[in-house]
């Protein structure tokens, strides 16, 4: 048995709670060779011994059924107890279905009944006490600091375990992210933002009180959960996200919820909550709705999207990628002019075939990969810039589009820069349209890089206005020179007259700015006739022009030369 014993030379105690002799008897003549051993024969005779001599224990084994004070109740009172909670406490038990239980209110291990071998059992002690030999450390190792929920580590440690002994058939794996976290810590401070971390880590203790549940902080403001499986899951997580939204109005939290039904307990616990992830993900700016389960259909397109991440750099050295065209008309006059145009990204896959905007461009944005397609584009519009000027001579302004991501890059400018004077263009031939959600993620960055570029020459479109809740408040800092109404209010502008009244609000936004209005997506005479009546100067759509490749684009400029 040497090879148990504690090299330090200390004798370590342990305290064993059991009602049954015959019980003490197998485990005192197990322990005691390598470790001093008490004994309590219930609950309340064990929270005496703790607390008269509670830092000499270096672990308690504990058994449930006993009269008096059972281990359940002793269990919870050692962890909530300021003075005793950092001693670790290892269950014996048969009952499968208690352990679960006895995890959620701090228990580290179990110890089967029948008991072990009895290497088995003096193996498991040594461990425990080894890792908790260290309170301090052991307490920043398996609680977030903030939250004192279990760390990451810590809980995946757990659903080990879980799986382990818990004979349970189905669990759920939930996660929980505050949407727009980021914009609520520069509003309203860091304080708050933890003061905000701490309150959704106590809804999620007191809502999922009594339940077969564990909870961390994963990371920053996402929470992972781990549950047994009932038809009141997704109520639980609601009633968290309800609670949290009814005493924080101020600040328009909201959660998302992305949970994964009836886990695959083949795969690991990591790809589990990779899972409920994606699903949380899948509703990111999606007001609507509050949780997504994850699904086949949501594994594939996961399938998919890693295929668009893996072939982007062979995409952009294949030129798989092509700028597309697409004109700006001022319909001030009598005859719709040419005014500009926009730079349209499109992507014709050797294998996928014709991919969406709409699937790679929030995917790229997402991940950091927008920046190399931007800089792709970039370069391209330049290029017919420079050759429209040369060999048609036309002169025509292009617009490209500038992400959120593009604005944290410390040589943004200087690329920018770069590029005309490497075409030897100027600051009038490429306007810089920026979407307005991008205001969102970094206020102070935007408004200070916008303000550079403006002071270069270059001209701001913000892109979108209207899609976001920051608009107003954003028009009193962030330097503009044109505002490009979201398109939806195009779509409903002959059905909803909400969307006119909207409208003729822009446009006297616009007016008070003394910047034009650019409306895009227009299709249809009506739509055409209505927003010219409105007081829209600039039009953008397919009424005059879908987006077209350079020739069949150039061909147009000629047409209206």
Known sequence: MDKFRITSGLRRRILVVED???????????????????????????????????????LVLLDLIMPLMDGFELLKKIKNDDALKSIPVIVMTSEKEAEVQCIRNGAVDFIKKPYDMPEVILARCERTIELYEDKSIIRSVERDSLTGLYSKDMFFEYVKRIDSYNMSPSMDAIVLDIEHFRLINEMFGRKEGDKLL?????????????TAAIACRAEGDTFFIYCEHSDVSIDIAMAVQTKLASVSDEKKVKLRIGIYENVDKNIDAETRFDRAKLACDRIRGDYSKSFACYSDE????????????????????????????QPKYDISGDVPRMKSAEALIRWFHPELGRVSPGDFIPLFENN??????????????????REWKDRYGISIPVSVNVSRVDIYDPSFED????????????????????????????????????????????????????????????????????????MKFVQNLEKDEKSVRLIELIMDIARFLQVPVV??????????????????????????????????????CEKRS
């Not at 701490?198 to 203790?205: G, H, M, V, W």
């Open 415 to 486: 690329k920018l820069m770069t590029l005309l004077r490497d075409n030897s263009l100027s600051t009038e031939d490429i306007l810089l349209e920026i979407t307005e959600s991008a205001y969102s993620e970094n206020a102070k960055k935007l408004i200070e890089v916008t303000t550079s570029l403006r002071k270069r020459g270059f001209k701001i479109e913000m892109d979108d206005f209207g899609a976001g809740y920051s608009s107003l408040h954003m028009l009193t800092e962030l330097p503009i020179d044109v505002i490009k109404m979201d």
């Open 368 to 385: 950091g990969l927008i920046t190399r397609l931007d800089n792709y584009v970039w370069n391209k519009v330049a290029a017919c810039i």
């Open 198 to 210: 701490s309150f959704t880590a106590e809804l999620i203790r007191s809502e999922y009180e009594g």
């Open 298 to 325: 949501l594994h594939q397109r996961s399938i998919y999207q890693e295929r668009l991440i893996s072939d982007i750099d062979k995409g952009i050295a294949r030129e798989e990628f092509q700028v597309f065209f």
């Open 519 to 556: 409306a895009e997506g227009v299709e249809n005479e009506g739509q055409l006739s209505r927003l010219k009546a409105l007081g829209c100067t600039i039009i953008q759509g397919f009424y005059f022009s879908k987006p077209v490749p350079a020739d069949e684009f150039i061909a147009l």
């Open 20 to 58: 049954e002799l015959i019980n003490r008897e197998i485990l005192g003549n197990i322990l005691s060779p390598v470790y001093e051993t008490a004994f309590a024969e219930n609950g309340q005779e064990a929270w005496q011994l703790l607390h008269d001599e509670g830092d000499g224990f270096s």
